[in-house]
């Protein structure tokens, strides 16, 4: 069974960064696509970035130039590196692995001064 364990959410300041990870287990990592979505209070859940096996990642515009997704396939492990963060930003972010439709469990970024 494939499982997806998220870490690296919390309070940031505007204009600071944050690093999440998503651990996956259970599945063949490096051949596979992986994304990031977010869940804003009362808004319907967004796509943020996707990084495909090989390729390039492809990303919201709303948060181009400012987050950079990654991926290392020797630890199974997607990344998404926020900076310049903004109050706007402040969500749930998931992580999403297409093969099969795995969910992380979410987690928490809020960004206030």
């Known amino acids: 069974q494939v499982q997806l364990t998220e870490s690296g959410g919390g309070l940031v300041q505007p204009g600071g960064s944050l690093r999440l990870s998503c651990a996956v287990s259970g599945s063949i990592f490096s051949l596979n696509s992986m994304r990031w979505y977010r869940q804003a209070p009362g808004k319907e859940r967004e796509l943020v970035a996707e990084i495909p096996p090989a390729g390039s990642a492809k990303y919201a515009d709303s948060v181009k130039g400012r987050f950079t997704i990654s991926r290392d396939n020797g630890k199974n492990t997607g990344y998404l590196q926020m900076n310049s963060l903004k109050a706007e930003d402040t969500a749930v972010y998931y992580c999403?692995?297409?093969?099969?439709?795995?969910w992380g469990q979410g987690t928490q970024v809020t960004v206030s001064s």
């Open positions: 999403y692995y297409p093969k099969g439709a795995y």
